[in-house]
């Protein structure tokens, strides 16, 4: 029983990592994104760059949400490895989002 705890403690640690981990790639992108090289030309780059915006809030929001989670320690380790498999599929999504609007901007550059 002690070691099932233990790889279960080891593997929520791994998760809070990458959790981490994909904040920081999602901080660098919203900084990459906001430069002036990556400004909107049309109105469908416009809708797109406020969808991205509302992806970052979005992200940003889980992820307070998960960290206040971790800081009350009310809530079980099942629970929270659901919620933040749930947040690194948010990244996925985020960082195959973010990489298609900058290609597409910056493809005539």
Do not use: C, W
Not at 36 to 58: A, D
Request: glycine residues 2%.
């Amino acid at each position: 029983m002690d070691n099932v705890t233990k790889n279960s403690t080891e593997q929520l640690q791994g998760l809070l990592i990458r959790m981490e981990r994909n904040n920081n790639i999602v901080r660098q992108l919203s900084k990459k994104i906001n430069a002036y090289t990556s400004e909107p030309t049309n109105p469908s780059r416009f809708e797109k760059l406020h969808e991205l915006r509302r992806g970052f809030m979005f992200f940003n929001a889980q992820q307070k949400h998960i960290m206040g989670l971790i800081e009350q320690r009310r809530v079980s380790s099942i629970k929270l490895k659901e919620d933040i498999k749930l947040h690194l599929n948010q990244f996925k999504k985020l960082e195959k989002d973010i990489a298609a609007y900058l290609l597409d901007v910056n493809q005539y550059s």
